[in-house]
């Protein structure tokens, strides 16, 4: 039988993906804390229902978990048949959202409330998680494998990689494309998307149809009759393309400077030839950039416009590398970090240019806000850190059974 809460025993976590993503650090977190886990992977096929439930039951005969942990919401079905078994089987499901839940949540059935607690990276987001259906919410940011981004990773034989200003992200140009062309959006709201983008980049509002029903209340017909899965597009397509209009504001903020812009070939259509940039195509996230950002005296961040006031991956893993950051400055970055000590900060694209004259020309500012970085990671952001939450989190709202 299972423990009871107070043993002091972290509680054994199955590990439930249908992608292999961000999964392997948490299965590396729970290694370094000797926490038991076993990762299921389901992989990308379609699996009936009665596979489905029979390979579950033998993982849970087998493992006997104490709960069932995802990443935005990966291995969980849409049809309902995980919140139903979990519930039979009193085994609290977890889902860390480290992506807008409003675009997943709307595809899936509503939970179980009394068995499923959703973790958002966003604090803002959490309000949406009740309009969902989940009681049980909890914000838990991104963290970082500090192991793996560590100094010492620089690859001194890669010059290319050298650089005063660095900037590492997509272009959402052809993101953008496919989740438009995936709504096949009326001709109303065709003509109001890129508008309606400008404005959500522009605007406090996290949602665009909250953006649309204050600014154009007579598309939001049109927009209802799109059906769940077509709005969800749209809604994406709206707030990627708000990202690339911010994107490039503020990675055009450091063409002065000569910098050197990592990413997807979108950036040769909005970065032409003579603009200053130079181009490099996409890094591997784990083989390559823990290496590449202690290359650049200044790593440039901006965050998605999805993210309003949260933070992204880049605000840990460039510090944890020992390397210097500038990011736009985000509400819930002060919880994190101490802004102007630990890690630089820009307003806006204007800002943002006088920043770089600033920092460029300040080593010393450079090193000590690189290693005041670091530390704050290593006491507090790192994947350990964050998979410990999550154990908290579980004793706090599952109290296990004897």
């Given at each position: 039988m299972n423990a009871p809460a107070g043993t002091g025993r972290p509680p054994r976590l199955l590990l439930l993906t249908s992608a292999y993503f961000l999964l392997g650090e948490l299965v590396t977190a729970c290694r370094r804390l000797n926490a038991p886990h076993l990762?299921?992977?389901?992989?990308?096929r379609e699996m009936d229902a009665a596979t489905f439930v029979s390979t579950l039951r033998a993982a849970v005969d087998d493992f006997r978990p104490d709960a069932i942990l995802t990443?935005?919401?990966?291995?969980?079905?849409?049809?309902?048949?995980?919140?139903?078994?979990?519930?039979?089987?009193?085994?609290?499901?977890?889902?860390?959202?480290?992506?807008?839940?409003?675009?997943?949540?709307?595809?899936?059935?509503?939970?179980?409330?009394?068995?499923?607690?959703?973790?958002?990276?966003?604090?803002?987001?959490?309000?949406?998680?009740?309009?969902?259906g989940f009681t049980k919410t909890g914000w838990l940011p991104l963290g970082v494998d500090e192991e793996r981004f560590a100094p010492g990773r620089a690859a001194v034989d890669r010059p290319d990689w050298r650089a005063r200003v660095s900037f590492v992200?997509?272009?959402?140009?052809?993101?953008?494309?496919?989740?438009?062309?995936?709504?096949?959006?009326?001709?109303?709201?065709?003509?109001?998307?890129?508008?309606?983008?400008?404005?959500?980049?522009?605007?406090?509002?996290?949602?665009?149809?909250?953006?649309?029903?204050?600014?154009?209340?007579?598309?939001?017909?049109?927009?209802?009759?799109?059906?769940?899965?077509r709005t969800t597009a749209f809604e994406t397509a709206v707030v990627w393309r708000a990202t690339l209009g911010y994107r490039l504001a503020c990675v055009s903020a450091t063409l002065p400077f000569a910098p050197l812009v990592v990413g997807d070939p979108g950036w040769r259509e909005l970065l032409p030839a003579g603009c200053g940039a130079r181009l490099h195509a996409e890094l591997n996230y784990y083989e390559d950039l823990p290496g590449?950002?202690?290359?650049?005296?200044?790593?440039?961040?901006c965050t998605s416009a999805q993210m309003k006031g949260a933070v992204n991956q880049r605000v840990f893993d460039v510090p944890a590398a020992g390397a210097f950051l500038l990011t736009d400055r985000r509400a819930q970055l002060e919880r994190l970090f101490e802004p102007g000590v630990e890690m630089a900060v820009y307003d806006d694209p204007e800002d943002a240019a006088e920043q770089l004259s600033r920092y460029l020309a300040d080593a010393d500012a450079r090193r000590r806000m690189a290693g005041a970085g670091r530390a704050r990671v290593l006491a507090e952001h790192t994947y350990v850190h964050r998979l410990r939450a999550i154990h908290a989190a579980i004793d706090a709202h599952f109290p296990r059974r004897s």
């Open positions: 990762l299921l992977d389901l992989g990308a990443v935005n919401h990966l291995g969980v079905d849409h049809e309902g048949v995980l919140y139903s078994l979990a519930g039979d089987l009193r085994l609290p499901i977890v889902s860390w959202f480290v992506d807008n839940p409003e675009f997943i949540l709307p595809l899936f059935p509503k939970p179980d409330a009394d068995n499923t607690l959703a973790l958002s990276w966003d604090l803002d987001s959490l309000p949406a998680l009740g309009r969902f992200g997509n272009s959402m140009v052809a993101k953008t494309l496919k989740r438009l062309e995936a709504a096949r959006p009326t001709p109303g709201l065709l003509k109001a998307f890129t508008p309606l983008a400008e404005a959500f980049a522009a605007s406090v509002d996290r949602g665009v149809r909250e953006l649309m029903a204050r600014r154009a209340p007579e598309l939001l017909p049109e927009f209802e009759g799109l059906g769940v899965a590449f950002y202690p290359l650049s005296e200044v790593n440039f961040n």
